[in-house]
């Protein structure tokens, strides 16, 4: 029977309702009715599923009132939603007190499990959310509210400490995501499969079915561990390589015609000089097959970006590396139709479209890896050591993501300015706190100061990670040697040497754009160059990966070249490489 409205108290009917509705809805009685909408039901819907659910609302209860049975068990369930999605929660809640959901059935049905589903949650009671949606179907509610389902369910499941289980949730709900929410339902898919541990991640994996929406999650997670997959990823849409040449034994297989858009001119200009100069030298390096290989100038503009790239595309490129600026980047994939795939030199401000990668140094990347590698050593208590430029300030903010999403914590973070004042008292306080190690986001010249007082409040002997900027405004051994044991990522080819590259003191005797700062630049110009032609098979393969300049190359499945970099600290005063 239904419950009138009137038999409890406001305080107590909420408990009521969605304890009476989980029941209701998870014995799933054989006999309801269906039901089929007259227009009118059929015009307010329409309404609601508009964004006018006020009115929806409105036209919804006087037909209720105005009907009987089956009909107007359903009208009342549509009604109480759309006064949910009015945002007059009380309304909602005193409707659903009146539906016998027995006799609602399709899409009603639906929408009256998400309504009570979503109210338990918000009540907090996650286990009747549950039971409210448990044996129900998404797929007769409309595609907009079938994500919404799916992420009641997760915030069930996960309350329930079934991590494993709402994490599948949010993976069915991502292909009905879009912008932020969806950016956000990822981050969190991202929290729940960092819960595993690594054995337990790759068994997860692997028991995944094929084309199940979580395995390129639980995929990403282990590229970005440097574990092999159980299995290939799907390439995804996009992603042709008929027209290239077939692929030599080692998985070689460049484009046809290879378009490089660079800032060849303006203010990125400096930088661009030794991006194109190491894609050259891994060009020329190339005795097989080679593509033609035109440069495109952006001049470090949006809309020059966006010209070049459709210029390419005009005449005849089959792939294209560039742009090289994250204005750029953001403005090619989001303002054109992106008929020929790309692998981007930047993070762009949302994830690659399919059939497009991304390649970075960005100081993102310096704060992920920081944080595996500590995370890897079982360091989950950090002092963090930031210094105020963006680049600092964005090395930290995806090494707190990247640790909170594997069960690490931030002990204390601590402002530097490029001159760094006394933190002794600060330093100290982390300390007793139990901080296992301290991340430091600063430049050399900052990290020389901070050392002695590190060592003072006795971090001398725990694990101490810097950014690769730690390596900026170093090189006088005497003053460096200060920060000896304190390590930081940097490229590979320093320090192992690369396949088709002289060594880095080698191509700094031959050429300036492979010297100082900028053979950071050369080496990440030559991996690109490789990335485009071995791209097929980092794309198929289970443990695809290049040996690249800048570190071990993969990509996990969003289009993302995941980079595990070298590393090296120093000793005496002078960086030396430091065995992974």
């Not at 600026?325 to 953001?330: H, I, N, S």
């Not at 100290?428 to 010249?445: Q, T």
């Not at 320093?494 to 050369?522: C, D, I, K, N």
Request: glycine share 12%.
């Amino acid at each position: 029977m239904p419950i009138p409205a009137t038999s409890k108290s406001p305080s107590f009917r909420p408990r009521l309702l969605a304890t009476g509705l989980a029941a209701l809805l998870a014995a799933g009685c054989a006999s309801v009715p269906a039901t089929t909408s007259a227009p009118e039901h059929a015009a307010a819907l329409a309404l609601l599923e508009q964004g006018q659910a006020r009115e929806a609302a409105t036209r919804l209860e006087a037909q209720a009132q105005a009907a009987s049975g089956a009909r107007r068990e359903a009208l009342l369930a549509d009604a109480a939603f759309a006064w949910h999605e009015a945002g007059d929660a009380a309304r909602a809640r005193s409707l659903l007190a009146q539906v016998d959901a027995r006799r609602v059935a399709g899409a009603s049905r639906g929408r009256l499990a998400l309504l009570g589903a979503e109210l338990a949650i918000q009540d907090g009671r996650p286990a009747e959310a549950a039971a409210a949606l448990a044996g129900g179907d998404p797929a007769t509610l409309p595609a907009a509210l079938q994500p919404r389902w799916q992420l009641a369910r997760a915030a069930a499941l996960e309350a329930g400490n079934d991590a494993r289980g709402a994490a599948a949730a949010r993976a069915r709900a991502d292909a009905g995501l879009a912008g932020e929410a969806r950016l956000e339902n990822r981050r969190q898919i991202d929290r729940l499969l960092g819960t595993l541990d690594d054995a337990g991640l790759g068994a997860f994996a692997a028991a995944l079915p094929a084309g199940d929406p979580l395995y390129k999650f639980a995929a990403r997670a282990m590229v970005q561990r440097g574990l092999p997959l159980p299995r290939p990823l799907d390439p995804g849409e996009g992603w042709n390589f008929d027209s290239r040449p077939p692929a030599a034994a080692d998985g070689y297989r460049p484009p046809r015609r290879l378009a490089v858009l660079l800032p060849l001119s303006g203010p990125l200009a400096t930088a661009a000089a030794p991006v194109r100069d190491g894609l050259l030298a891994g060009y020329y390096g190339e005795t097989r097959q080679r593509p033609e290989v035109v440069f495109y100038d952006t001049a470090g503009t949006p809309a020059g970006a966006q010209a070049a790239y459709a210029r390419a595309v005009a005449e005849g490129s089959d792939f294209v590396v560039g742009p090289l600026g994250r204005d750029e980047v953001g403005a090619v994939f989001r303002g054109q139709a992106l008929e020929v795939p790309s692998l981007a030199l930047n993070r762009g401000d949302a994830p690659p479209p399919p059939g497009h990668a991304m390649f970075s140094l960005a100081p993102e990347d310096d704060g992920l890896a920081a944080a595996d590698y500590l995370l890897a050593r079982e360091r989950r208590n950090v002092l963090v050591l930031a210094g105020t430029d963006e680049n600092a300030l964005r090395a930290v903010e995806a090494f707190r993501s990247r640790l909170a999403d594997r069960g690490g914590h931030i002990a204390a973070t601590l402002s530097v300015g490029e001159q760094p004042g006394d933190l002794g008292a600060a330093l100290v306080e982390a300390a007793a706190a139990g901080a296992d190690s301290v991340f430091l986001a600063v430049r050399g010249p900052q990290a020389r100061a901070l050392a002695p007082q590190l060592a003072l409040a006795g971090f001398a002997a725990r694990t101490r990670v810097g950014t690769s900027q730690l390596a900026s405004g170093t090189g006088r051994a005497e003053e460096d040697a200060v920060l000896d044991g304190i390590v930081y990522p940097t490229e590979a080819w320093a320090t192992r040497g690369t396949t088709g590259l002289p060594g880095a003191s080698r191509a700094a005797e031959m050429l300036p754009t492979a010297r100082g700062p900028a053979a950071r630049l050369f080496a990440f110009g030559y991996d690109a160059w490789r990335i485009s032609a071995y791209l097929e098979s980092l794309l198929s393969g289970t443990n695809g990966q290049l040996r690249g300049a800048t570190g071990d190359l993969r990509l996990d499945g969003f289009g993302n070249v995941v980079r595990q970099p070298a590393w090296a600290t120093f000793s005496g005063g002078q960086p030396v490489p430091l065995g992974n």
